[in-house]
């Protein structure tokens, strides 16, 4: 079964600086994959990135940024100069295989609130 | 615009009540995904369909059923049965089931009084 833990519950932070969001996961699987999502306060999860277990390269865009390390299973997402639009619920998950599709196991979300 | 649509955004209903909520893609995707979301919870697998006339039960599926009739549309009953149907339901779909990106729509705040 897989798991996916985001130990930080909620985290605030002032307006222009930088924030690392944790998130570590398990599975058995050797191909996976890994995501992170966006849930502003309207509710709609907007996807962000996803990362196949082969890629390690670590991904830029714009001032986010992802940090994938299969040693210690962990796919942390970074926002620098963060903005109060950047205040929302962020999810990280991973998908499965089951069934012969890929289902998703979420963690429970980190709460960031972006103070200006 | 492509996209996912839910309806409605609030849903009420007494306690007792089968209720039906609609979710509805024009991205011609062939996968759709039914979850739920608590307070402070992650988001909890229903049901998915990998093709028309074609579903499987998630992790929680006990209280719901579904129906994929057509491919555009994977309809959520919450049944009588189902203990404690209060909660955010969101309806997702991709490309395909394996290994493709899902997409969400906007959502569906069910409260059961």
């Known amino acids: 079964a897989q798991k996916v833990t985001q130990a930080q519950t909620e985290i605030s932070v002032v307006e222009k600086e930088d924030v690392t969001l944790d998130c570590v996961y398990e599975t058995r699987d050797t191909t996976y994959y890994l995501f992170w999502y966006k849930q502003p306060p309207s509710g709609e999860l907007v996807f962000l990135i996803r990362r196949n277990s082969f890629d390690e390269q670590n991904e830029i865009s714009g001032r986010y940024s992802w940090n994938f390390q299969k040693s210690t299973s962990s796919f942390n997402f970074t926002i620098t100069a963060s903005q109060v639009v950047d205040s929302a619920v962020y999810f990280c998950a991973s998908a499965r295989s089951g069934a012969g599709s890929y289902q998703l196991t979420f963690g429970k979300g980190t709460k960031l609130s972006v103070i200006p | 615009d492509g996209g996912i649509t839910q309806s409605p955004k609030y849903l009420f209903r007494k306690e007792g009540q089968n209720v039906t909520l609609s979710c509805e893609q024009n991205?011609?995707?062939?996968?759709m995904y039914w979850y739920r979301q608590d307070p402070g919870q992650g988001l909890r697998l229903i049901y998915y369909s990998q093709i028309v006339n074609d579903f499987q039960k998630g992790d929680i599926a006990e209280g719901y059923s579904v129906s994929r009739e057509k491919k555009e549309s994977f309809p959520l009953t919450v049944t009588s049965a189902q203990k404690n149907p209060t909660a955010f339901y969101l309806c997702?779909?991709?490309?395909?089931?394996?290994?493709?990106?899902?997409?969400f729509g906007p959502g569906t705040r069910l409260t059961v009084l």
């Open positions: 997702a779909s991709s490309p395909t089931a394996a290994r493709d990106t899902q997409y």
């Open positions: 991205l011609n995707h062939d996968a």
